[in-house]
């Protein structure tokens, strides 16, 4: 009987991977947001504008980065258990004490 690294755990990881790599482009974009507001906002009349009209296009990619954020921090949370799980599972299958 061979037994092969633990399918369950490696889905575990896999998923840890995916959110991670979400939260990091949520990140980038709403650094890359708050980047092109402040170069904006350099001249007084940008200013002006700015206070009586809201961008709202700028805000819901804020909104929408932020939820990916808050979605790949459950994906990163959910793969740790997935693979937490794998891993004591692994443990009473097989007795790897004996």
Do not use: C, H, P
Not at 35 to 61: A, G, H, T
Not at 76 to 97: F, P, Q, R
Request: hydrophobic fraction near 35%; aromatic fraction near 4%; charged fraction near 20%.
């Amino acid at each position: 009987m061979e037994i092969s690294g633990s399918t369950a755990f490696y889905a575990g990881l896999s998923t840890i991977q995916t959110g991670q790599n979400r939260v990091d482009q949520a990140a980038g974009q709403i650094a890359n947001t708050v980047i092109d507001r402040s170069e904006k906002s350099q001249s007084s009349e940008n200013q002006v504008d700015r206070l009586r009209s809201v961008d709202r296009s700028q805000q819901s990619d804020v909104a929408s980065s932020v939820i990916e954020m808050s979605q790949g921090k459950f994906q990163v949370e959910l793969g740790a258990k997935v693979a937490k799980a794998s891993d004591e599972m692994l443990g009473t299958l097989i007795d790897t004490y004996a």
